[in-house]
């Protein structure tokens, strides 16, 4: 795939599946709602997730977007993580992406309570790897 290509995919509302390592190096996959701007990816998690728990001791990852559908495509992207503090108007942005404006604002209202308890992890992209099958084998 192109990087136009790539970034389309990756802007698109598709779950992506974030990749961490535990303390003993295991992996550990988890779906999840993702921002992407080109260079990094943003993504929202409980400060008592085990993502979180993970990457507070390994501080990489990678997302995998994919398309569940014939003909297959997909993006890996890897890299190093930050971890901050909580970030409501990258809930809300989600929110709407992945439910809609009626939807989103009925999950904001039911779920703020958990606004303070969101960690922010921003992926740093250094490498990424596609596929896109329609192209051929």
Known sequence: MSRQEEDELLRSPQIGVLATADARGRPEASPVWYDY????VRILVLDTSRKARNLRENPFASLTVDTRTPPYKGV?????????????????????????????ARYIAATSSLDERDVLITLHVTSRFSWDYSKGL
């Open 37 to 40: 701007d080109g260079s990094r």
């Open 76 to 104: 890996i992207l890897r890299g190093h993580v930050t971890l901050s503090g909580p970030d409501p108007d990258l809930r809300r942005k989600l929110a709407e992406r992945y439910l809609g404006p009626e939807k989103a």
